[in-house]
């Protein structure tokens, strides 16, 4: 019994990593873990202390949002002026210098998103580090689509500017695990609730070691506060980096996971909705 417990117990650690090594995680902010008020903090969850601080007032927070999950609240906004985003400080333990990137995103919108160009630095970020000039910066987020009122998600690399986005529209108000991956193969690929929607074979292949600002942002395109700001606008469940490849099988099976946990089961709570009626007809016969 205690054998099978452990291996249980590991089992589950695997999939809470979405299959991946424990090092290559390097950042997981959980909105359960966001408390407004707490010196407007978001802890880091991954065990490489990338502890995310609002800039300006930190955004509220919705209870019971996904299921029995904490939503953040992202309020959205352009340019200088914009507030309620996080910032994380870019270090070499998790996205300087990574020769291989992956993001991973569990929102919920229906709000109009940013976009001002086709690039991933003009668009409302949910993982950004979008740095001044032709340098190695990245970003993952949402931004309008071809068709008029489609958000679609995208992902994107610098030097010289490459951005893959989805076909069809995220900000449908359900919940969507959108995931990026780079690596310095030249291969960007973008998933939408674990199936994959666009890739690049010939992106950049530099190392990513744009650091001007020395940091790069949650909810927002940017860490710089300027004109490229484009903040997210919409409810966030998770965000999580590494800095590694993950595979199609591991963002498959990491999208399973994330659905799993954020989204409740209806059919679940039915059956035992139906369990409970036919437990009450059966003491209420009688014996014949």
């Known amino acids: 019994m205690l054998k ?3 291996m249980a117990a590991a089992v589950g650690a695997v ?14 902010w959980i909105a359960d873990n966001y408390t407004t008020g707490n010196g407007n903090t978001w802890a880091d969850s991954s065990g490489a202390n990338s502890t995310a601080t609002a800039f300006g007032a930190g955004p ?15 309020p959205g906004g352009n340019g200088a002026a914009t507030a309620g985003y996080f910032t994380v400080p870019d270090t070499a333990s998790n996205a300087l210098g ?54 679609v998600a995208d992902v994107g690399v610098g030097n010289g500017d490459t951005t893959i986005t989805s076909t069809s529209a995220v900000n449908d108000g359900l919940l969507h695990v959108l995931e990026g991956t780079w690596s310095n193969a030249g291969t960007l690929t973008l998933y939408v609730d674990g199936i994959q929607v666009a890739q690049n074979t010939a992106a950049p292949t530099a190392a990513r070691d744009a650091n001007a600002s020395g940091a790069f942002a949650l909810g927002a395109s940017t860490v710089l506060n300027n004109g490229d700001t484009h903040a997210f606008t919409g409810q966030v469940a998770e965000l999580r980096l590494y800095n590694d490849l993950q595979s199609a099988a591991q963002v498959a099976a990491l999208s399973t996971t994330l659905r799993a946990t954020y989204i409740p089961e209806p059919a679940s709570a039915g059956l035992l ?3 409970g009626v036919g437990l009450l007809m059966r003491r209420r016969r009688r014996p014949s």
């Open 15 to 28: 999939l809470a990593s979405g299959g991946l090594a424990r090092g290559a995680l390097v950042g997981q």
């Open 273 to 275: 909705g139906l369990a």
């Open 60 to 74: 509220t927070t919705t209870a019971n949002a996904f299921g029995t999950h904490k939503a953040i609240n992202f």
């Open 4 to 6: 099978r417990k452990a």
């Open 98 to 151: 990574a020769t291989a990137l992956s993001w991973v995103a569990v929102i919920r919108t229906s709000a109009a998103q940013t976009s001002v160009g086709g690039q991933f630095w003009q668009k409302s970020g949910l993982i950004g580090k979008e740095e001044g000039g032709a340098v190695n910066d990245w970003g993952f987020g949402v931004g309008s689509g071809q068709a008029a009122g489609t958000d």
